[in-house]
Nanobody, 120 residues
């Protein structure tokens, strides 16, 4: 299984960017997909999660500005980032909890990361 993230780039404060991540390979089910980020010199932090039932959760720092969504047929997750702030600058990683076979174990998979830079 591979997760391929795309959509990062440069934006001005107050602007928007959209990230996407596609899971490919042998996949039986995906119980949750999420986004994390890691700013320079800081630990990786959780940003948002959407579980298979459609419920979503957000870190307080992005609540009301970011929206996570999934395309279940395509095994993709997106993150619409609005009203961006310089403190949103980080490498963003997608994450998926994937079961590769019926009755198999659920494992975490990570994408390669995509850079988001927000200028003031």
């Amino acid at each position: 299984v591979q997760l391929q993230a795309s959509g990062g780039g440069l934006a001005q404060a107050g602007g928007s960017l959209r990230l996407s991540c596609a899971a490919a390979g042998i996949i039986f089910s995906i119980s949750a997909m999420a986004w994390y980020r890691q700013a320079p010199g800081k630990q990786r932090e959780w940003v948002a999660t959407m579980v298979s039932g459609g419920a979503s959760n957000y870190a307080d720092s992005v609540k009301g500005r970011f929206v996570i969504s999934r395309d279940y047929a395509k095994n993709t997750v997106s993150l619409q980032m609005n009203t961006l702030k310089p403190e949103d600058t980080a490498v963003y990683y997608c994450n998926a909890a994937i079961r590769r076979a019926n009755g198999g174990r659920t494992r975490d998979y990570w994408g390669q990361g995509t850079q988001v830079t927000v200028s003031s």
